[in-house]
């Protein structure tokens, strides 16, 4: 059953869901706003994944293996999902809604200024996203966290954990400022952006991180005054790149400096004092 949304707003969207009686929807704790009163709302640290139970049209018997083991295998694929997503910094729970004896209306948006997208899974192709970008999706989404290699994480920053989306069905997400829509095989197959511009992108993108110019004269220059710090974002392959056209610490920055607390000064980049 296809998802019914529209995405509304400007500077700060918002998506307003339409259920289909019987029809489950659920959030990252936090992301919810409004809803009508047929909608009921629970709570569940069980995202809908396949490993995890929390499902919240799994019936007491089926999928489960039924049972004390069934029930013990359920909690132990839960504990695994709240465990990954505490060590990823994500939120613990996930908030569901079904609308009873009728259609109903959800209400979901961002934590920062900026636009939202609604990605349509046809269970080929998984997508990934940074962090805390997820809002809302059908139950029929699985949730999960992707860890990227120790290289890439250390090097990129912004980089290491992922939420990867599978499944069938419609998934939300938001991010700050404007999207661009962008395939690396228009541009030669491979684009470099800032680390923290990336929002989302389909598998099969091939994702990395690589360090700014070499380290001698000029690459000392684009890490101490081009404000990037030492790496960059890779993106190779042919398929959908979503960036964002304002970071997380630029944002950050500018609050402090309109506070008169920036001490980042004209050198930023890598010899920032921000403690972030």
């Known amino acids: 059953m296809t998802l019914q949304q529209e995405i ?12 289909a009686p019987g029809q489950t929807v659920y959030c990252e704790a936090g992301k919810f706003l409004f809803k009508t009163t047929n909608v009921t709302m629970e709570t569940r640290l069980g995202g809908p994944s396949g490993s995890g139970g929390g499902h919240p049209q799994t019936g007491s018997g089926s999928g489960s293996g039924g049972g004390m083991g069934g029930m013990l295998r359920q909690a132990m694929g839960t504990a695994m999902q709240v465990g990954q997503r505490a060590l990823a910094g994500e939120s613990l729970a996930f908030q569901y809604f079904t609308a009873q004896g009728g259609e109903g209306t959800v209400g979901f948006a961002g934590v920062l200024p900026g636009e939202m ?3 349509e899974l046809n269970g080929t192709r998984a997508w990934f996203a940074e962090k805390d970008a997820f809002v809302a999706a059908e139950s029929t989404v699985e949730f999960g966290i992707a860890f990227q290699g120790g290289r890439t994480g250390m090097k990129g ?4 954990v992922l939420e990867k989306f599978t499944g069938y069905g419609t998934v939300i997400i938001a991010g700050a400022g404007n999207f ?3 395939n690396p095989a228009d541009f030669g ?3 470099e952006v800032d680390t923290g511009c990336v929002v989302a992108f389909e598998e099969g993108i ?4 690589q360090r700014v110019g070499g380290l001698n004269r000029q690459g000392l220059m684009n890490a101490v005054f081009g404000g990037e710090g ?3 974002a890779t993106l190779e392959g042919n398929g959908r790149v979503i960036l964002q056209s304002l970071t997380i610490e630029s944002l950050a920055n500018a609050l402090k400096k309109a506070q008169g607390g920036d001490k980042q000064g004209p050198t930023g980049g890598l010899f920032s004092t921000n403690a972030g």
Do not use: P, T, W
């Open 206 to 209: 091939q994702y990395g991180v």
């Open 230 to 232: 030492l790496s960059l």
């Open 117 to 119: 997208r609604a990605l």
């Open 157 to 160: 920053g912004e980089g290491f």
């Open 189 to 191: 197959g491979r684009i």
């Open 180 to 182: 661009i829509d962008l």
């Open 8 to 19: 509304v707003g400007n500077a700060m969207q918002m998506a307003v869901v339409n259920l």
